[in-house]
């Protein structure tokens, strides 16, 4: 398809877009409530089994000395991902450096995309519970290309629609109904997304990964899905982790 | 459990995430529950045919607006003693328009101090929720509320 | 039978005696209803569903609950309770199709 007419599609889809009636609009009192929801939220379940599986390695201890710092300094070290690793002379996420740690340890490691690597991983980032994200994609070159590329892959339009990540994700849409939910605004700085997620999602019913999320979005706007882990995933959650800098951690997540 | 048990095991530990179709009307002939019962019937078989009062002593919080009819709130308080002599004896959350109008029955006792209930429901689209209450003197109290149920966003 | 992954939490942490916390039940269960299509075989996916919950205070039955199919996937069941002395709360559940579970808390009061 003509990149001229891709574009001409979205501008078209997003004029279409109105600003959202009262008849979506959440009360307080509702987003209280869901608040409180998380309380309970059943993602602690599947937490505690990550805690477990993560035991079967070592635990908390073991996953520090892979990573080569202190058990104490692991939260604060957590609270950093993804980073470069230069073992791996990669930027790499939480869930690569858990593949890494069972394939050194003789283990055939589990694949990106499973229920016990999501929970592996939402039991790794909440040990960073509390703690700021520290995100730095000036620390070196790789980071400093891995936010490039996020950059480049969040603001490319692709797909039958010719959308990218910013047509609806962007503060100027910011509030707009797509499809029944307002559009979140993951543009602005101090977007908090990463710092709730790995996350359990209601519609899901079960534990999701930030990057698992961008698929299912992907999907929906008609855009190839990237796949987890790849150099341009890691590079997305390397962005939008970078726009929650200094947000706290709080995870499990619950959303819609 | 041994490493070795962990690694073998990781073939067979349950997917329990797997993919959950939504509850919906949409498409084709309406299913219906294996426990299919409509409101009033519900409210009957409950009461033995008693009325119940709408009372301000029942306070039900649902949203007003579900982000996702899959998961709703409920919690039921109940302005109560709980003593042996005035306690509440059970907590039933109805609904409007599910095939089975039950969710859940719930029977308090006085250890439990104060009378509240608190769960997430499946609500097939919007309806009312309702709060039926017996308390220990056999009376029966409700509150109801309307939640409006919203299915869509991305992904 | 093969476990289910389930938690018992109470708030506060700390309790004494003679104090009404908060006690929740939480369990991963697939709640099928009998009314969904598996979205690949087209088939209706049988209603599989926790249809019991007794909470158990020191061999006393405090609650107890008579479940249906519409509570949503991987439930939670909140209530109160009063702490009456140092013991245990035992969470027993069953499922429409015979499963039968049971999940063990200590309750430890301070003072």
């Known amino acids: 398809m003509k990149t001229g007419i891709k574009i001409a599609l979205s501008v078209a889809m997003l004029a279409s877009l109105s600003y959202g009636g009262e008849q979506f609009a959440m009360s307080d009192a509702d987003r209280a409530m869901y608040a409180e929801m998380s309380e309970n939220n059943p993602a602690d379940i599947m937490v505690a089994d990550g805690e477990e599986l993560l035991g079967y390695m070592g635990g908390d201890e073991g996953l520090a000395k892979y990573l080569g710092v202190s058990e104490d300094d692991l939260p604060a070290y957590i609270a950093g991902f993804p980073r470069y690793i230069k073992k791996f002379d990669m930027v790499v996420g939480i869930d690569q450096v858990i593949q890494a740690m069972m394939a050194d340890g003789g283990h055939k490691p589990l694949k990106l995309k499973s229920g016990n690597m999501f929970a592996m991983v939402a039991y790794v980032k909440s040990i960073a519970n509390g703690e700021k994200i520290n995100i730095d994609v000036t620390a070196n070159k790789q980071m400093k290309e891995a936010y490039a590329l996020g950059l480049k892959t969040y603001m490319t339009k692709r797909g039958g629609r010719g959308l990218s990540c910013n047509s609806c994700h962007a503060p100027a849409v910011v509030g707009r109904i797509l499809r029944t939910q307002p559009l979140p605004d993951l543009g602005a700085n101090g977007a908090k997304a990463a710092a709730t997620w790995p996350a359990y999602r209601m519609t899901k019913s079960s534990l999701r990964t930030l990057q698992r999320r961008f698929q299912g979005c992907m999907k929906n706007a008609l855009l190839k899905v990237i796949p987890l882990g790849s150099k341009q995933m890691v590079a997305l959650e390397v962005y939008l982790t970078n726009k929650a800098k200094g947000a706290e951690i709080s995870i499990p997540g619950l959303k819609r | 459990m041994q490493r070795r048990d962990f690694f073998k095991k990781l073939g067979t530990v349950a997917a329990v995430s797997a993919v959950m179709p939504a509850m919906s009307f949409a498409g084709g002939a309406k299913p219906v529950s294996p426990n299919k019962m409509d409101y009033n019937t519900a409210v009957n078989t409950i009461t033995g045919g008693k009325t119940p009062k709408p009372s301000k002593k029942v306070k039900l919080k649902v949203p007003e607006i579900a982000e996702n009819g899959a998961v709703v709130p409920v919690t039921v308080t109940v302005d109560s003693p709980m003593t042996e002599s005035n306690y509440v004896k059970a907590i039933h959350i109805l609904t409007g328009k599910n095939s089975n109008a039950r969710t859940i029955d719930v029977y308090l006792t006085p250890a439990n101090g104060k009378a509240m209930f608190s769960t997430r429901i499946k609500l097939g689209g919007t309806q009312k929720v309702t709060a039926l209450v017996e308390l220990s003197n056999g009376e029966f109290l409700t509150a109801s509320q309307s939640v409006k149920v919203t299915i869509g966003g991305c992904g | ?111």
């Open chain 3, 1 to 111: 039978m093969q476990k289910r992954k389930s938690l018992i939490k109470i708030k506060p942490k700390r309790y004494k005696n003679g104090e009404i916390v908060k006690v929740s039940f939480m369990v991963m269960h697939p709640m099928h209803t009998g009314m969904a299509k598996d979205k690949k075989t087209k088939k209706i996916i049988p209603a599989k569903y926790i249809n019991s919950v007794k909470f158990i205070y020191n061999g006393k039955e405090i609650t107890s609950m008579k479940v249906w199919e519409s509570l949503s996937v991987n439930p939670v069941f909140t209530t109160y309770m009063k702490i009456n002395g140092k013991g245990k709360l035992t969470v027993k559940y069953t499922d429409n199709t015979g499963e039968a579970h049971e999940k063990t808390k200590k309750i430890k009061p301070k003072g």
